[in-house]
Structure formats: structure tokens, C-alpha cells
T-cell receptor, first 117, second 115 residues
Framework: AQSVAQPEDQVNVAEGNPLTVKCTYS??????LFWYVQYPNRGLQFLLK??????LVKGSYGFEAEFNKSQTSFHLKKPSALVSDSALYFC???????????????FGTGTQLKVEL | KAGVTQTPRYLIKTRGQQVTLSCSPI?????VSWYQQTPGQGLQFLFE???????NKGNFPGRFSGRQFSNSRSEMNVSTLELGDSALYLC??????????????FGEGSRLTVL
């Protein structure tokens, strides 16, 4: 079964500093990997995805993610954090072990990002 | 293009009651998935519907059910509510074709509180 792990429950960073939110994955076959962000009492918003191609993926709001096959990692990064980036971030992987070609995503436990002045 | 719409946004029920939540997907999307989000269990997959058929199902008891209509709108129902059913229920839509990349588009969620 596909799975992702987010080893940090919370990440604190000062505004203007670079940020990294970590994610490692376990899949059989080629991974389809995603990052989503959730603000309080809201749904999940798509940030970016890795399907194939360049290992550095650029997404919304200045975020990017680096796919590393040898380390089975897909870390989310941003060069300069903003207070408004404070939110809950989820890494996810498409679950290929489905019948009928389904679109199920398996999510990590989430990492709370706190950006302080 | 309008996003995924979920209704109601907030609701309060008592134990033993039942609840129906509604989801209207993005126009043209044929797949609708439902997820339950709780602080303790995180995001858990409930089920996915595609072209009015349940395509996949998570590990939830039979009290949780759903359906999809010919216009791709979906409803989920929870019967005999328990305190542990209190959660944010998220609906997500996607084009649903097997050749797709699996990206899901989420609604704002329905916050259910069971007293």
C-alpha cells in the first residue's frame, strides 16, 4: 500500500527565512505526489504535484518541492516565508492499489507551519 | 469555473440521529470522493463515486453511505450518529478518468458536531 510520512508535527520559522516541510513516501511503482495546504476551518487547497520530469516542482504562492527518488522524499520548500503561510500542510500520494482506476489520495498526518515576525 | 460546493457548512446533531451532506463537484468532473478529517485520525478516505457507481470504499462501518446522481452531485449519509462521528467532512472532485494525474479539488467541508 502507498503511504507518506510527515515526521514533524510543527515547524516554526521566522518571516523572511527559508522554510522546509518534510515528507517521505513509500510506493510501489512510480509515485504521484502532492502537497496541499489547509487554513483553519477550510478545505484543502492544492499547492503542487510531481508526476514525472524535473525533480524540482514549482507550485502556487511561491512554493516548490524537490522530488528525491533515492531518499524517497518530497520536501516542500519556500525561499522566504510569510506570516500568511502559517497553515496546516499535507503531503499525499495517489494510491494505485485500487480497482477501477480510482483517484484515492493517501495523506500524511499534516505539519503545522507557524511563521513568526 | 465554480469550485466544489458543500452544504451545509455547519450542523449540530444528537446521538442516534442521521445526517445527509451534499456535494456539487466542479462542472465536468465525474468523480466525487469523501474524506473524514478529525484531529486524532487525520484525513481518512470514505468512498469515491464515479458515474453514479461507488468505485472505491474506505474502512468505515455501514452507517456511512453515499450516492451519486446523474449530474455528478453526491450525497453522503451517516445514520445512528455517534459522538465519534464529529468531524469535518470533505468532498473532493476530479475528472475521474484513469489517465488523469489524480489531483483532487476540495470543497470547504461540512463541520458536523454530534452531541
Amino acid at each position: 500500500a502507498q503511504s507518506v510520512a510527515q515526521p514533524e508535527d510543527q515547524v516554526n520559522v521566522a518571516e523572511g527565512n527559508p522554510l522546509t516541510v518534510k515528507c517521505t513516501y513509500s510506493v510501489s511503482g512510480n509515485p504521484y505526489l502532492f502537497w496541499y495546504v489547509q487554513y483553519p476551518n477550510r478545505g484543502l487547497q492544492f499547492l503542487l504535484k510531481y508526476i514525472t520530469g524535473d525533480n524540482l516542482v514549482k507550485g502556487s504562492y511561491g512554493f516548490e518541492a524537490e522530488f528525491n527518488k533515492s531518499q524517497t522524499s518530497f520536501h516542500l520548500k519556500k525561499p522566504s516565508a510569510l506570516v500568511s503561510d502559517s497553515a496546516l500542510y499535507f503531503c499525499a500520494v495517489r494510491d494505485w492499489a485500487l480497482t477501477g482506476g480510482g483517484n484515492k489520495l493517501t495523506f500524511g498526518t499534516g505539519t503545522q507551519l507557524k511563521v513568526e515576525l | 469555473k465554480a469550485g466544489v460546493t458543500q452544504t451545509p457548512r455547519y450542523l449540530i446533531k444528537t446521538r442516534g440521529q442521521q445526517v445527509t451532506l451534499s456535494c456539487s463537484p466542479i462542472s465536468g468532473h465525474r468523480s466525487v470522493s469523501w474524506y473524514q478529517q478529525t484531529p486524532g485520525q487525520g484525513l481518512q478516505f470514505l468512498f469515491e463515486y464515479f458515474s453514479e457507481t461507488q468505485r472505491n470504499k474506505g474502512n468505515f462501518p455501514g452507517r456511512f453511505s453515499g450516492r451519486q446522481f446523474s449530474n455528478s452531485r453526491s450525497e453522503m449519509n451517516v445514520s445512528t450518529l455517534e459522538l465519534g462521528d464529529s468531524a469535518l467532512y470533505l468532498c473532493a472532485s476530479s475528472p475521474g478518468t484513469s489517465g488523469g494525474t489524480g489531483e483532487l479539488f476540495f470543497g470547504e467541508g461540512s463541520r458536523l458536531t454530534v452531541l
